[in-house]
Nanobody, 124 residues
């Protein structure tokens, strides 16, 4: 059974950093691209970043470029999202997801499996 578990969320002040982790089990992460999404209250889920199976391709939403970095460690079955210079607008539940058939995508319907999310709150 495929399982994804996010961790690393929390409450931080503007300008601070968080490093989110996504631990996967029940499947071999090597064969999947990994993506991060977020959903703020009252808003649709939106793509944040994705990384291809071999890590060669990384994509970022315009609103996080230069602040967030995605990475993966297939040996540890982990994907990461390093978030720097956080802003109040980054407040949301952050989800990781994987896709077997897509190289690197930020569209929720293209994902095959999801985690339950981790809350990130940025407030002074």
């Amino acid at each position: 059974q495929m399982q994804l578990v996010e961790s690393g969320g929390g409450l931080v002040q503007p300008g601070e950093s968080l490093n989110l982790s996504c631990s996967v089990s029940g499947f071999n992460l090597n064969y999947y691209s990994a993506s991060w999404f977020r959903q703020a209250p009252g808003k649709e889920r939106e793509g944040v970043s994705c990384i291809s199976r071999n890590g060669a391709t990384k994509r970022y939403a315009d609103f996080v470029k230069g602040r967030f970095t995605i990475s993966r460690d297939d040996g540890k079955s982990l994907a990461y999202l390093q978030m720097n210079t956080l802003e109040p607008d980054d407040t949301a539940i952050y989800y990781c997801a994987v896709s077997l058939h897509h190289w690197c995508e930020l569209q929720p319907p293209l994902m095959d499996s999801w985690g339950q999310g981790t809350q990130v709150t940025v407030a002074s």
